[in-house]
């Protein structure tokens, strides 16, 4: 008995270690394996000209995207293991549920609906209703029409007030004084509580200007600032792709949008200045050139960024401080 329980122990042993290793086994894929992405794009002069793919796979191409942009059609194809999809097939797919749709509504147009058998049996009971429902109609039109009446009068009423008002005042020009003098004074409170709230307003302001100085100043969170600006900067650097070619150049029909892509772009400058080729052209618009991309992701870099930040005690505690800060 003794002998048996112990093989059973060990198979449920070797089960849960096999479970483990797999586990172990998938989580190393994932963080460890990269994601590969190839971006090629052409133009000729213009944005009818203008060609693109992009392609991602992983883990030798189980997973697989492909994007195509052509003759201004943009186009998808994606493949997991077995599972293929495009944007072709799903297209064919609506178009054939579209036609589907329109025989079935022309199947019951032909051979009608088993209700039309019943209607002949249910007019008079239709007929019947009508009438019910004329009749209801005139009841709600007599009283709708008391009930103009009686909005009638009450204008009546209200207009003679109105009136006798008028001559009051006219008669006693003493009670228009003190109702222009109440006026005043109601738009001199109002003016008094609006210069209060915007005294309150710059006080507070102020206030948090103080206090956000004291936090940028504080040398806790420029430690923290600086540790994330350093991590960050590793993480760019991970994610610098192996090959770049770019041959550009670019203009539009408003220099000043020139300009301000020209201005954007020069953020990449630092990183792929020896790889890429920009012309701005400030007197026409134009896109030619060509594009070359590749490199490859690997999540293992993000958890190592992520890690390296979580386990910084300044910067858990200027992210306590941030939140403390805006719920002020």
């Not at 009283?143 to 009068?153: G, K």
């Not at 991970?238 to 020209?262: A, C, M, N, V």
Request: proline share 2%.
């Amino acid at each position: 008995m003794l002998h048996i329980l112990l093989l059973i122990l060990k198979f449920i042993g070797i089960i849960i270690a096999a479970i483990l290793g797999i586990l172990v086994l998938l989580v190393c894929i994932v963080l460890f394996v990269p994601v590969r992405y190839e971006i090629r794009g052409k133009s000729g002069g213009d944005l009818n000209s203008l060609k693109g793919k992009i392609k991602v796979t992983w883990f030798l191409h189980l997973f697989r995207a492909d994007v195509y942009y052509k003759e201004k059609r943009l186009r998808w194809r994606i493949r997991l293991a077995f599972f293929k999809r495009n944007s072709d097939r799903s297209k064919e797919t609506a178009g054939m549920h579209n036609k589907h749709e329109m025989k079935e509504d022309g199947k019951q147009k032909k051979g009608g609906t088993p209700n039309e058998e019943k209607h002949d049996e249910n007019v008079e009971a239709v007929e019947e209703v009508k009438n019910n429902e004329s009749i209801s109609k005139e009841d709600e039109k007599t009283e709708e029409a008391v009930e103009e009446t009686a909005e009638e009068e009450c204008e009546a009423d209200e207009k003679t007030e109105a009136k006798e008002k008028f001559k009051e005042d006219t008669e006693n020009p003493e009670s228009k004084g003190n109702r222009f003098l109440q006026k005043i004074k109601a738009l001199c409170k109002k003016i008094k509580c609006t210069f209060l709230n915007i005294c309150d307003k710059i006080n507070t302001l102020r206030e948090k200007k103080d206090k956000l100085i004291e936090f940028v100043e504080d040398e806790v969170h420029r430690n923290a600032f600086a540790r994330v600006k350093k991590e960050l900067f590793w993480y760019l650097r991970k994610l610098k792709p192996k090959k770049l070619e770019s041959q550009i150049r670019f203009g539009f029909e408003d220099p000043s949008y020139t300009g301000k892509t020209l201005a954007y772009l020069s953020v990449l400058y630092p990183f792929f200045g020896e790889y890429m080729e920009i012309i701005p052209d400030f007197e026409q618009k134009i896109l030619k050139g060509s594009l070359y991309v590749k490199g490859r992701i690997r999540a293992s870099h993000l958890v190592h960024l992520a890690w390296k930040l979580f386990w910084d005690k300044n910067i858990r505690k200027s992210y306590k401080h941030i939140k403390e800060f805006s719920q002020l």
